[in-house]
């Protein structure tokens, strides 16, 4: 497929050809059109590149037949696609009243020295982490849940940082 | 159970027996438990059948809104002229709930087994169950048991398909997910047309929760006389519910009781009581959008739809959040407002502005900078913020301000006028 770009800009790979073009073929059987595909088919792109670029969004859009601009209204509505590249380890840490009563933000804190990010929503100069606060991750009873990228880590507590920093390379 | 503690003897378990047991999330270790054999019996009955059987066991949607499950079904078209679809409501987001989680976690197959029989009853071909995106593990759970199911043919005619959420709490309300699922922005739709007319895909579709749905098998093996009888207060809410307790509380979990069931038991006896040392100062009994109780009146709540209601605020989803003589109200306040300021879809000017506005002065009074007037500001604000938009979110960021300085106004005023020092950078 031809996907046209920006003057100036790395020529781009496409994200569905091969196998994930199949993946993506076999998940539009889900739904009775094929804009119904496009969270998924987000999901996808961000598990290959890490991120969503325009580049993406266009290319998610000509698959799917509807346009960049539709595609880029979706991706800033919900707050797990990244718009822009993120450090290896993307970590998410509810601060949310009920893990906030537990110390949360102390944990959040913990964390972004730990980490070396400094502060929320950057990322650390050696590229590996970067850490957001976020909103209720629905797991109130395990204060405090954060998630480095796709594991769910229960119960941590600002001792236990150190530990999980140093498992992430 | 109390899920992770051990069973206490008050609970009813019902819905719970299996947390904690990693066997019974196996396809085997499922129908070895007994499960899967209330959907062959399902599929062989009449889908009025199935619904008339839900609709007297007078069990009622679990999500927060407690509306009569069989009724919800029966208002499915008698005559099928389109395709129906189901949508399972796995979007567990409300700030204190955390029980469709372990029921994913643990018991998938209960679901999917819930999930199949409510498409029957409603002559659905499609079941789509939506799992907010940061439940990375029930989600693989689930994706597991549903493999599992679709080799073993369990389903018959019906295709259950998950879907993947990516961090909107306001997906949770039906109309959005619905829009979710259609791939669109998650905006809540104006109602009517109500979803049994025009749902997901503008086909008729009904709605449920994990819960609810995990339910349906028990009341079909046991009958809704059994499930009626499972009732310790008010007939109108029957049936086991999952508290999930949270905040600052000495041993937080999901437990599971009969409705009716004293707050002041589940908090003092199962959950273990207030840390040592600590004393209850406010709790919000049923998610983050219900109004929050002192103690006294927390002592006296009965957990039921109607108990709740009797105290000014609602059983909701059932996510208990203690606060101990610890807490910081007006900060607490302030965290949970600027949840809903985030999670706003920003359609309605009421809650865009409001839940941003109530924020900011909550901020600014922490930060040592309030007026005198600002209370009388927030619940101004609080008044325009309620019924007045399209979906309830708005109201959901008023209910916590309302009730806070309606019980707790001299911690606003001690900020306020300067006798607590602020805890916020002006």
Known sequence: MSVTHPEGTEPYEPV???????????????????????????????????????????????????????????????????????????????????????????????????????????????????????????????ATPILVDDDFIESVTPEKVKEIVRKYL | MGFPHKPHARETVVLSKYFGDAEARSLKGWKKRGGYEMLDKALGMDPNAVIEEVKNSGLRGRGGAGFPTGLKWSFMPKEKKKAHYLCVNADESEPGTFKDREIMRWTPHALLEGTVIAAHAIRAEIAYIYIRGEFTEPLTIMEQALAEANAAKLFGKIKVYLHRGAGA???????????????????????????????????????????????????????????????????????????????????PGNYEVT???????????????????????????????????????????????????????????????????????????????????????????????????????????????????DLDLLLELAENMTGKTICVLSDSCAAPVVSAIKRFRGEFEDYIAGRRKPVLAA
């Open chain 1, 16 to 142: 569905f050809e091969g196998h994930r073009l199949e993946e993506l073929n076999k998940l539009l059987t889900r739904y009775p059109n094929r804009q119904a595909a496009l969270l998924p088919a987000l999901w996808l792109v961000q598990r290959e590149r890490g991120w969503i670029s325009d580049q993406s969004m266009a290319e998610v859009a000509e698959v799917l037949g509807i346009t960049p601009a539709y595609v880029k209204g979706v991706v800033t509505f919900y707050t797990m696609y990244h718009q822009h590249p993120v450090g290896r380890h993307f970590v998410q840490i509810c601060t949310t009243s009920p893990c906030n009563l537990c110390g949360a933000e102390d944990v959040m804190k913990a964390f972004l020295k730990e980490s070396g990010a400094g502060e929320l929503g950057a990322t650390s100069p050696d590229g590996r982490f970067t850490v957001i606060e976020v909103e209720c991750l629905g797991a109130c009873g395990f």
């Open chain 2, 169 to 251: 709490y306001i997906c949770g309300e039906e109309t959005a997910l619905m829009n979710s699922i259609e791939g669109k922005r998650g905006n809540p739709r104006i109602k009517p047309p109500f979803p049994a007319a025009s749902g997901v895909f503008g086909m008729p579709t009904t709605i449920n929760n994990v819960e609810t749905l995990v339910a349906v098998p028990h009341i079909l093996k046991n009958g809704a006389d059994w499930y009626k009888k499972l009732c310790l207060s008010n007939p109108k809410s029957t049936g086991t519910k999952l508290l999930s307790i949270c905040g600052h509380i000495a041993k």
């Open chain 2, 259 to 373: 409705l009716g069931f004293p707050l002041k038991d589940l908090l003092y006896e199962l959950a273990g009581g207030m840390r040592p040392g600590r004393t209850l100062k406010a709790c919000i009994p049923g998610g983050s959008s219900v109004p929050m109780l002192n103690r006294e009146e927390t002592e006296s709540t009965l957990l039921d739809y109607e108990g709740c209601v009797e105290k000014g605020t609602m059983l909701g989803s059932g996510g208990v959040i203690v606060f101990d003589d610890t807490a910081d109200m007006v900060y607490q306040t302030m965290r949970l407002t600027r949840f809903y300021a985030h999670e706003s879809c920003a359609q309605c000017t009421q809650c865009r502005e409001g839940t941003a506005w109530t924020t900011k002065i909550l901020e600014r009074i922490l930060a040592g900078q309030g007026k005198t007037s």
